[in-house]
């Protein structure tokens, strides 16, 4: 099994930055794509930032140029830099492990206020 160690939600204004960070631990074999995805209710969750284990990222169009995703070298630990926060930021942030045998956190949340 899988288990993702999710940190860094919370509460912040408009305009704001947060910084969530997602550690793997367990039967990893190796090095995995992780990712963010997001989720409000009555939404399907969506992809906002993915990243391999060679290094290479993709974002979604509404996240480009104000978040940042990295990974700890070697490590299935990965981070989401969140700037220029806006409320329609406001979700539920989960990290995802894996692509084809995928592993979820338990998701932290986020809240951009106006």
């Known amino acids: 099994q899988v288990r993702l160690v999710e940190s860094g939600g919370g509460l912040v204004q408009a305009g704001g930055s947060l910084r969530l960070s997602c550690a793997a631990s367990?039967?990893?074999?190796?090095?995995?794509?992780m990712g963010w995805h997001r989720q409000t209710p009555g939404k399907q969750r969506e992809l906002v930032a993915s990243?391999?284990?060679?290094?290479?990222?993709n974002y979604a169009e509404s996240v480009k140029g104000r978040f940042t995703i990295s990974r700890e070298t070697g490590k299935n630990t990965v981070y989401l830099q969140m700037n220029s926060l806006g409320p329609e930021d406001t979700a539920v942030y989960y990290c995802?492990?894996?692509?084809?045998?995928?592993?979820w956190g338990q998701g932290t949340q986020v809240t951009v206020s106006s």
């Open positions: 990243i391999t284990s060679g290094g290479t990222t």
């Open positions: 995802r492990f894996g692509v084809s045998n995928t592993y």
């Open positions: 367990g039967r990893l074999f190796g090095l995995n794509t």
